[in-house]
């Protein structure tokens, strides 16, 4: 949770240790057993309602509420097993592809988590406590707009981490961070990775490696926004989804490519459509499937190709397809 509203929560604490007060329509008798209900309730249960009214304080005086935020600050990626205690090797590229003699350091410090879809992990402006590595999850960085709408900036799957600026020193979020494809990822507290940042070599030549990689995929999508059709963008769109899963099915809603894209719903599903009349992909129920990569390839524009051979050269092996 964000410092400012770790403060914000414990500044308006005191508003809900009120004393018990009798109703003016309650007898003697009826308060009286009240209060001793309230009593024997326990001082634990008396401070999970003050702390859970906090919080609710704290929604309101930053004009939040848990639809907007997914319960990303309120409710963190839940943690699978203990930290230190990953028998295997995550399938996160960064992660998988060190020295024994490196892992060993890292693999102390990871704590396996579940990302749920439209889960939040950081806010624009925001701190952050924690780097995530996605492994079967995939995480959209998104602008939001004065207008409401929102632009995705970058994707990351099994082959990188959010948030990028961490390799560079920085905890605070340019964009959003949300998850798109839920599924499961590690992470490390920002602090120590910037420690193993320091001290391991070959763990450090791959973020850096990665984040070259991923200033690629940023500047690249800002040509292809600006200058290709729909029909294009959408198939790179669909295309780099299906780089970072298992399979072929993709969990994708059209209102959700749509904010992804910057269109409306109706564009994406004539987009849809001719894919479909094509038999490049199926879509039904929220579940698009690839049917013809090779056709989806050369419907998308070169921008997917170009984007797809830096992420080759700098992180060989990090997709499979």
Same mark, same amino acid.
């Given at each position: $949770?964000?410092?400012?509203?770790? $403060? ?89 592809? @060190?020295?024994? %003699? ?5 693999? %102390? ?52 981490? &959010? ?47 990665? %984040? ?6 940023? $500047?690249?999508? &800002? ?66 499937? @690839? ?31």
């Amino acid at each position: $949770m964000p410092n400012y509203l770790v $403060m914000t929560i414990r500044q308006n604490a005191h508003r809900f240790d009120a004393p018990i007060q009798a109703d003016q329509h309650c007898s003697s008798d009826d308060f009286r057993q009240q209060k001793q209900r309230a009593v024997g309730a326990g001082q634990q249960s008396e401070r999970v309602r003050r702390v859970g009214g906090a919080v609710n304080a704290a929604r309101l005086a930053f004009g939040l509420t848990k639809a907007e935020t997914n319960g990303g600050w309120f409710e963190p990626a839940e943690r699978t097993v203990h930290r230190g205690t990953m028998v295997q090797r995550p399938k996160n590229g960064l992660l998988a592809n @060190i020295p024994a %003699s490196e892992w060993i350091e890292v693999q %102390s410090l990871c704590e396996p988590v579940k990302l749920p879809l439209g889960r939040v992990l950081y806010e624009p402006l925001g701190a952050f406590d924690y780097v995530y590595f996605p492994e079967t999850a995939i995480i959209s960085n998104v602008a939001p707009l004065k207008t409401g709408k929102t632009a995705e900036t970058s994707t990351t799957g099994r082959e990188g981490l &959010v948030n990028v600026g961490a390799i560079m020193g920085d905890d605070q979020s340019l964009h959003r961070a949300v998850v798109h494809v839920s599924g499961d990822g590690t992470r490390i507290s920002f602090r120590e990775f910037q420690e193993l940042q320091a001290r391991l070599p070959v763990f450090r030549r791959k973020l850096n490696a990665y %984040s070259r990689a991923f200033l690629a995929q940023v $500047m690249q999508s &800002v040509a292809c926004n600006a200058t290709h059709t729909v029909l294009q963008r959408c198939a790179r769109w669909l295309l780099k989804c299906h780089d970072r899963v298992d399979g072929d099915e993709l969990r994708l809603t059209q209102q959700f490519l749509a904010e992804m894209l910057v269109v409306s719903r109706v564009a994406v599903n004539a987009e849809l459509k001719k894919l479909q009349q094509r038999q490049v992909l199926t879509y039904s129920r929220g579940i698009i499937t @690839i049917l013809d990569r090779r056709l989806l390839e050369r419907t998308s524009c070169e921008c997917y190709r170009a984007i797809r051979r830096e992420y080759d050269r700098l992180l060989p092996g990090s997709f499979t397809k």
